[in-house]
């Protein structure tokens, strides 16, 4: 099956699957994702109907992009590698959305990002 591609706003390719969606997280392993609407792991070259652009996607090309703070990176790998390891020993870990992890580490430790 080929993947559909769409334009963004500012006229950047985006292919049509769970690795360009809204409702995707990350799970430590590069390639599984996490769907939040449906609650279950999804492969990165899927995609369904409920399928919608995200957020960063939408707004590649338009050079407003920032970089991220290294202890801010760590600090989701620690959260990951912990939710994983709890499921390893067979508990049934709530798994944080990104959102919520950066809410958490800005609370903590101010922005995400590197401040110019």
Not at 1 to 15: A, S, T
Not at 42 to 67: I, M
């Amino acid at each position: 099956m080929k993947h559909q591609v769409i334009r963004n706003l500012h006229g950047v390719e985006i292919k049509k699957c769970c690795a360009s969606c809204r409702f995707k997280d990350l799970t430590r392993l590069i390639s599984a994702r996490f769907c939040v609407q449906h609650n279950k792991g999804v492969k990165p070259k899927g995609c369904c109907k409920q399928w919608a652009l995200s957020d960063q996607l939408e707004s590649a090309g338009s050079a407003g992009g920032k970089v991220k703070r290294k202890e801010y990176l760590r600090y989701v790998l620690a959260v990951r590698e912990e939710e994983a390891l709890a499921s390893q020993r067979g508990l049934n870990p709530l798994h944080k959305t990104i959102d919520q992890i950066r809410q958490e580490f800005d609370n903590k430790n101010g922005s995400i990002y590197i401040e110019p």
